[in-house]
T-cell receptor, first 114, second 111 residues
Framework: EPEVTQTPSHQVTQMGQEVILRCVPISNHLYFYWYRQILGQKVEFLVSFYNNEISEKSEIFDDQFSVERPDGSNFTLKIRSTKLEDSAMYFC????????????FGPGTRLTVL | GEDVEQSLFLSVREGDSSVINCTYTDSSSTYLYWYKQEPGAGLQLLTYIFSNMDMKQDQRLTVLLNKKDKHLSLRIADTQTGDSAIYFCAEIGDSSYKLIFGSGTRLLVRP
């Protein structure tokens, strides 16, 4: 069964450093998303991406964040200058043509900012 | 703003039915979802229901939606130890791309 994959599973970085989190969505999906879950808090939406542009973003998704689909298979989230409060589990998701029929999530990348 | 609430914990005996409840505030919700998260894993989509339906059954899972009260429930029949996990309710609003999640209900199935 096709699945969303994410790398790395765990990333440790120093405050102020740039990180890139990588995702490979399900191959025929058209919509791509990033969410995050800070420990003990709800899963929060960051951004959605469709047709090579951002379709919706949350207030969390400020100028420090960017997304890219550099080729036909990868979808990346870049955090330019990490802060302590960026420590969280980051989930990538994708959905197909019927986007409301469900978003399919990857296993997550745990980001730890020291 | 939109909000989704769930009770935090449910414990049931193996073989019993489990009912996990969820309430939401967004009256423009079009689809509602149940996700399952096992330890160390991502969010697995279990089922969804369109807002003009009031019930959906899928094998051991039954979803009930009361749109007037903005209440959603997930019933798991014949609960097994493998059903122990965190269950998240989520909704999506009209013309939106973002899922709004509840805080998750931890289901513990006792042998």
């Amino acid at each position: 069964e096709p699945e969303v994959t994410q790398t790395p599973s765990h990333q440790v970085t120093q405050m102020g450093q740039e990180v890139i989190l990588r995702c490979v969505p399900i191959s025929n999906h058209l919509y791509f998303y990033w969410y995050r879950q800070i420990l003990g808090q709800k899963v929060e939406f960051l951004v959605s991406f469709y047709n090579n542009e951002i379709s919706e973003k949350s207030e969390i998704f400020d100028d420090q964040f960017s997304v890219e689909r550099p080729d036909g298979s990868n979808f990346t989230l870049k955090i330019r200058s990490t802060k302590l409060e960026d420590s969280a589990m980051y989930f990538c998701a994708s959905s197909g043509q019927g986007r409301n029929l469900g978003q399919f999530f990857g296993p997550g990348t745990r980001l730890t900012v020291l | 703003g939109e909000d989704v609430e769930q009770s935090l914990f449910l414990s049931v005996r193996e073989g019993d039915s489990s009912v996990i409840n969820c309430t939401y505030t967004d009256s423009s919700s079009t689809y509602l979802y149940w996700y399952k998260q096992e330890p160390g894993a991502g969010l697995q989509l279990l089922t969804y229901i369109f807002s003009n339906m009031d019930m959906k059954q899928d094998q051991r899972l039954t979803v009930l939606l009361n749109k007037k009260d903005k209440h959603l429930s997930l019933r798991i029949a014949d609960t097994q130890t493998g059903d122990s996990a965190i269950y998240f309710c989520a909704e999506i609003g009209d013309s939106s791309y973002k899922l709004i999640f509840g805080s998750g209900t931890r289901l513990l199935v006792r042998p």
